[in-house]
């Protein structure tokens, strides 16, 4: 596998959606599934974590895989999508902060 490539919109939608960016790069790299994309020339890597199913937006660029979007969705019509432990809570903020300290410094 080439590099993974996080696009800005990747990164503005898992921090909108209250996605945990290490769940995005755990179905990126090692999906459940696979699915053509009908609307895009895209793949959708698909991984089930923790009763969701999460979604992201895979394109090949030569041996590179650049990632546009992700999103999640409850499995077994759980709808509470927001509710994280506080150890949960804690490392996302870490992870986020990290993220903009680091991409400042750019």
Do not use: C
């Amino acid at each position: 596998m080439g590099k993974v490539i996080w696009t800005n919109h990747l990164y503005e939608r898992i921090k909108q959606r209250g996605l945990s960016p290490s769940w995005v790069d755990t179905a990126i790299r090692f999906p459940d599934e696979v699915q053509k994309s009908n609307s895009t020339n895209s793949n959708k890597h698909i991984k089930t974590i923790h009763g969701y199913k999460i979604v992201a937006a895979v394109k090949r660029q030569g041996s590179d895989w650049v990632v546009t979007s992700a999103w999640w969705n409850p499995v077994n019509g759980s709808t509470n999508l927001n509710k994280r432990s506080f150890i949960e809570k804690i490392i996302y903020n870490f992870v986020v902060s990290l993220e903009k300290l680091l991409t400042r410094k750019k």
